[in-house]
């Protein structure tokens, strides 16, 4: 099983808000990476990190902001929450260097923004 | 165009009986490929890579045709507990030919394995 931690699993917020959805990995990964799935949708990479003070925005445009500290903790962040915000997130991390290596998953924040 | 293209499906198929997924890519020169399986309302996780000869895992078995830019995902016996979406997962290589570590997931083909 991974060791990627995701909360909170469920969250619903009203417009404005600003909160942040927190990511955690124990496998000792450089890079982590942050996707949002609509139902019934693919997967699309909104941000990602290759290291510590290292974050590139991914193939989807996304309102919100990442931040990486510390290796194993990768938070996203969204100062005013909007009904369009509403989605799966899902964070992953993977070790190897160069490309190809499976990535593995948390459970996903299911955010809905009334 | 899509840079991964599957059919959504559902497949709907008895116990027992053998399904095949195909998945189609754009970019001729992604290096990796892979399947990976979601459960309804659950995370990805890795069902297998798939290589340029082949790759098989007990009643998995998944192919490469790079002239054809696509790869398959062949699964004999079904059991319930297969129903799920396949996603196909290519990683794609940068404009300058160099390796990325970003992975394009498909939409995903639904299985519906019926007892």
């Known amino acids: 099983e991974a060791d990627i931690y995701q909360t909170p699993r469920y969250l619903v917020i009203g417009t404005g808000k600003k909160i942040t959805l927190e990511c955690s990995q124990t496998?000792?990964?450089?890079?982590m990476y942050w996707y949002q799935q609509d139902p019934g949708m693919e997967l699309h990479l909104i941000h990602y990190?290759?290291?510590?003070?290292?974050?590139e925005k991914g193939d989807l445009s996304s309102e919100s902001t990442v931040s990486r500290i510390r290796t194993e903790h990768f938070p996203l962040t969204l100062e005013s929450a909007r009904p369009s915000h509403t989605s799966q997130y899902l964070c992953?991390?993977?070790?190897?260097?160069?490309?190809?290596?499976?990535?593995?998953f948390g459970p996903g924040t299911r955010l809905t923004v009334t | 165009r899509k840079e991964v293209e599957q059919d959504p499906g559902p497949f709907n198929v008895p116990e027992g009986a053998t399904v095949a997924f195909n998945c189609t890519y754009s970019?001729?020169?992604?290096?990796?490929f892979f399947w990976y399986r979601q459960d309804c309302r659950k995370e990805p996780k890795l069902l297998m890579s798939?290589?340029?000869s082949g790759n098989e895992d007990g009643r998995f078995t998944a192919q490469l045709n790079r002239a054809s830019q696509y790869i398959s995902l062949l699964i004999r016996d079904s059991k319930l507990s297969d129903s799920a979406t396949y996603l196909c997962?290519?990683?794609?290589?940068?404009?300058?030919?160099?390796?990325?570590?970003?992975?394009?997931f498909g939409t995903g083909t639904l299985l519906a394995v019926q007892p």
């Open positions: 992953a991390s993977s070790e190897r260097v160069g490309g190809g290596s499976e990535q593995y």
């Open positions: 496998m000792g990964h450089d890079k």
């Open positions: 990190s290759y290291g510590v003070n290292s974050t």
């Open positions: 970019n001729s020169a992604s290096q990796s």
């Open positions: 798939v290589y340029s």
């Open positions: 997962v290519v990683n794609p290589r940068s404009h300058y030919g160099g390796a990325t570590n970003k992975l394009i």
